[in-house]
């Protein structure tokens, strides 16, 4: 929650607007500040003070030379109040009066407490904008009395547990070489040490010591293939002074000594598929140290993002890479790259992204690193699927995508978003979609066929205009990344994106 502090006591609105968010909006705020009060829907905002998705309630206080901020629908409908003013101190020193441009007193994002009284009064402030677009003393009324709400619901608003665990672990992720204790904890949280465990748990599926272990031990594995190779030094760069106890609580996590680690996962490797690539990142291999190698005009929509160096083997020669890994689609070249290094292709469509991670630590000799991806995905989603179904209960969740191509529905048997919704989340799949993987439809309004209470409709270029959906039920805008990139990091982005949507 932002602090708010009483800094201006003069404003001239120069725009104030009820915005509709059915589109992308990219704004760049430079010689005034700018004011978003949410009203309605879900909206993710990426600026420099603040990333996530804020819904009705939030308010958005962006001050003057912050540069650009972009606010994309992920609902509809989705409303706001959108207000453009210049703040400034104005007092009288020694019989002159002296006006000095200021801040304005809220920065970031905050939650508004109660909806009602604001929204009054930014109703009120509204009509005096239509009314005199110009300093008016109805006006500056107007804006006193709504900035006397905010003051009042900012600093007056009781915070939920939720949100005190989610603060703590919050300052668990920046100060995970930090000590805690559990009791210390509960007590800022101002509930028994057994009630906070039980909450900590539910949030994250882990006790607040596994999760500390969790933060220092993953913080080790970045240290250990880059250029730290010091064991002493990485263990008390993440909070253990004694290295043998680090030593015996990185193997009994991670698989592997801290040593052996190391060596196993420094090694330039030329990868042949995006999925590969990303499922190579999940296994801790340093992105350094990885050299895409495919080309970008044939790969799918959700692998487009990433850079690659395309398909020019003297190149790749030249690079000189320890090891060549790719997907069976390579087979016709396997001759000529096994006369550039030790090439490995392993079987793409038949099996499972969790088995493809599977054999890809094997090639590496760190099977026991997969296994330990694999766990605390597992608990990960288990937390997650978790929080969302005490927010949605029995309400059914509907997947469709949207192209120039046209609109296909996933069902129950689509490998990725079908195993990924109605699997790991167990989300509750409308009647009819659990005998297919996918059927196209010809229009939006053929969604209607399925009662979903909820769509999650995904979009080759999510900042492009929003395809209006004339249908029931609450539709989700998404981008196609991650969730249709059928890999370890893609589906553990996936899930991040479920809890922010769906809960």
């Not at 703590?168 to 000590?179: A, S």
């Not at 465990?197 to 993953?218: A, D, G, I, V, W």
């Not at 895409?292 to 395309?310: D, M």
Request: aromatic residues 10%; neutral net charge.
């Amino acid at each position: 929650m932002s602090q708010v502090d009483p800094l201006a006591n003069m404003v001239d609105i120069s725009d104030m607007r009820l915005i509709s968010l059915s589109e992308g909006r990219r704004c760049s705020c430079e010689k005034e500040h700018e004011l978003v009060y949410m009203l309605e829907g879900k909206a993710a905002l990426c600026s420099s003070l603040f990333e996530g998705i804020i819904s009705e309630g939030d308010m958005v206080m962006i001050p003057a030379g912050s540069g650009e901020y972009i606010m994309t629908p992920v609902t509809e409908p989705t409303s706001a109040y959108y207000v453009q003013f210049a703040s400034a101190v104005v007092s009288r020193a020694a019989g002159s009066w002296n006006v000095k441009d200021a801040l304005p007193a809220m920065r970031g994002m905050a939650r508004i407490r109660p909806i009602s009284l604001l929204r009054h009064r930014l109703e009120q402030l509204h009509r005096q904008w239509l009314k005199q677009q110009s300093y008016s003393t109805k006006l500056h009324i107007a804006w006193l009395e709504l900035w006397d709400a905010i003051s009042n619901g900012a600093m007056g608003e009781e915070a939920s547990l939720d949100s005190l665990i989610q603060s703590i672990i919050r300052h668990m992720d920046i100060h995970f070489m930090e000590p805690f204790q559990v009791e210390d904890m509960a007590r800022y949280s101002g509930v028994t040490p057994t009630i906070f465990f039980k909450r900590f748990k539910e949030c994250t599926s882990l006790s607040p010591l596994q999760y500390l272990t969790r933060n220092r031990l993953e913080k080790a594995r970045r240290m250990l293939v880059e250029d730290v190779v010091n064991i002493r030094e990485v263990a008390s760069g993440v909070g253990y002074q004694d290295v043998q106890y680090f030593s015996r609580m990185f193997k009994k996590m991670v698989g592997l000594p801290p040593y052996r680690y190391h060596q196993m996962l420094r090694r330039k490797v030329a990868v042949l598929s995006p999925p590969m690539f990303d499922n190579l990142l999940a296994l801790g291999l340093p992105r350094e140290k990885l050299i895409p190698f495919w080309n970008r005009s044939e790969q799918k929509n959700p692998y487009k993002q990433l850079e690659t160096n395309g398909m020019e083997l003297q190149w790749l020669r030249r690079v000189q890479p320890e090891m060549i890994i790719g997907t069976d689609g390579s087979e016709q070249m396997y001759d000529q790259l096994a006369e550039i290094a030790p090439t490995r292709l392993i079987a793409f469509k038949p099996y499972s992204w969790r088995e493809h991670l599977r054999e890809l630590a094997a090639i590496l000799n760190a099977g026991e690193v997969a296994e330990y991806w694999l766990y605390y995905y597992e608990q990960k989603a288990a937390a997650v699927r978790e929080r969302i179904h005490r927010r949605l209960g029995e309400q059914t969740v509907l997947a469709a995508s949207v192209n120039d191509q046209g609109i296909r529905i996933f069902g129950m048997k689509r490998r990725k978003i079908g195993r990924l919704l109605y699997g790991d989340l167990q989300m509750n799949a409308p009647k009819g979609t659990e005998e297919f993987a996918f059927t196209d439809v010809k229009s939006l309004a053929d969604l209607n066929d399925f009662k979903a209470d909820h769509i999650l409709l995904f979009q080759d270029r999510p900042l492009r205009a929003r395809v209006q959906v004339p249908v029931g039920g609450h539709v989700h805008h998404a981008g196609i990344n991650p969730w249709l990139h059928y890999s370890a990091l893609g589906h553990e982005k996936s899930i991040e994106h479920a809890l922010q949507y769906f809960a």
